[in-house]
């Protein structure tokens, strides 16, 4: 928790600030079928809502946060609420995207199991494809057992002609292990992939998808931070974006 507690402190105090004097602000709620994130349920495998904000700063830089129900999710220790702050920086060069940042994650009552990471990405438009790889680092502490690389290759196009839009990704989430029981909250099966393909319909200012999201970890390890949701699952979601 270290780490985290001046991460937290930074962006908790720039946002007020932030959101008085931005404009464009981009609030969201989501209701999920099933909370999940690199192919594990933080929601243990029920609905959950999910609030967020992004708060625009200037022309490239970004302040975000997003509370999410767990509906005591053991992942993060019986928490009922888990939040998310981040600063990211993205810039356009042509079809390009570079973006960058860091983000924080916090759980009511435990936290103790906060942790933080730095994440980079590069995207490319292609017509009506976007293709984005990302690489999102958590260095070691002690809240997650070690440290976590998550890498995800993604791809989105909007069917012409229709609200409809195609999405899917590939992710591979590796990391050195120094406590099993904690790097079993981001790993719980050891080195893993995970996928998610989905097709959203948007109706503004409301968009309904659905995804089958999966892995390939097969039977954690029981432990007191391991949830068993980690099969394949057919997710529904509708989100609210004004």
């Known amino acids: 928790m270290n780490r985290v507690a ?38 243990r495998g029920r609905p959950a809502l999910v609030a967020g904000v992004v708060v625009p700063v200037g022309s490239t830089l970004s302040l975000g946060a997003r509370g999410t129900t767990l509906r005591r999710s053991a992942r993060h220790g019986g928490a009922a609420l888990g939040f998310d702050l981040d600063a990211m920086i993205a810039r356009d060069l042509g079809p390009w995207r570079l973006s960058g940042g860091v983000i924080g994650h916090v759980f009511t009552g435990r936290s103790e199991l906060g942790y933080a990471e730095v994440e980079a990405g590069v995207g490319h438009l292609i017509g009506p494809l976007q293709i984005d790889l990302t690489a999102t680092y958590a260095p070691r502490q002690r809240a997650i057992g070690g440290d976590n690389l998550y890498v995800r290759l993604a791809g989105s196009a909007a069917l012409p002609g229709t609200p409809l839009a195609l999405r899917a ?74």
């Open 169 to 242: 990704h590939l992710g591979h989430s590796s990391g050195d292990t120094r406590d099993i029981e904690r790097a079993a909250r981001l790993r719980p099966d050891g080195d893993y992939w995970d996928y998610r393909i989905g097709l959203d319909l948007t109706r503004t200012p409301v968009t309904f998808g659905v995804a089958l999201s999966g892995t390939s970890a097969d039977r954690p390890a029981p432990g007191r931070f391991v949830d068993r949701h980690v099969g394949t699952r057919l997710v529904a979601f509708a989100r609210l974006a004004p």
């Open 6 to 43: 001046p991460l937290m402190a930074l962006l908790l105090a720039a946002l007020p600030s932030a959101m008085a004097a931005a404009q464009g602000i981009e609030p969201s709620l989501d209701l999920t079928t099933d909370e999940r994130r690199r192919g594990l349920s933080w929601s």
